[in-house]
């Protein structure tokens, strides 16, 4: 069974950082693109970064581009998401997400695994 485990997130200041961790078992992760995804209270989970399997490619939403970093380590089945520069709306719960095997995106939703998610707050 497909297990992700968050970490890392937290209370941060407005222009701070956070790097949320991601570990993964119970499946071959280094063949899976992976994605990290958030949602704020009372609002619609939201994509915000992509990594293909080998790490070759990665995406991200408008909003993050340029302050967030995803990485991945696929000889410890870890994902990361190095937040810098943080904002009050980046406050949202962030999760970690699998694609499913046969997807060629790397780009919006459709997992068919993700974690528990953890808290990012950011107080302005």
């Known amino acids: 069974q497909a297990q992700l485990v968050e970490s890392g997130g937290g209370l941060a200041q407005y222009g701070g950082s956070l790097r949320l961790s991601c570990a993964a078992s119970?499946?071959?992760?280094?063949?899976?693109?992976m994605a990290w995804a958030r949602q704020a209270p009372g609002k619609a989970l939201e994509w915000v970064s992509g990594?293909?399997?080998?790490?070759?490619?990665?995406r991200y939403l408008d909003s993050v581009k340029g302050r967030f970093t995803i990485s991945r380590d696929n000889a410890k089945n870890m994902l990361y998401l190095q937040m810098n520069s943080l904002k009050p709306e980046d406050t949202a719960r962030y999760f970690c997400?699998?694609?499913?095997?046969?997807?060629?995106?790397?780009?919006?939703?459709?997992?068919?695994?993700w974690g528990q998610g953890t808290q990012v707050t950011v107080s302005s």
């Open positions: 119970g499946f071959t992760f280094s063949n899976y693109a």
């Open positions: 990594i293909r399997s080998d790490g070759s490619d990665t």
């Open positions: 997400t699998r694609y499913p095997l046969e997807a060629t995106r790397i780009v919006g939703l459709g997992y068919d695994y």
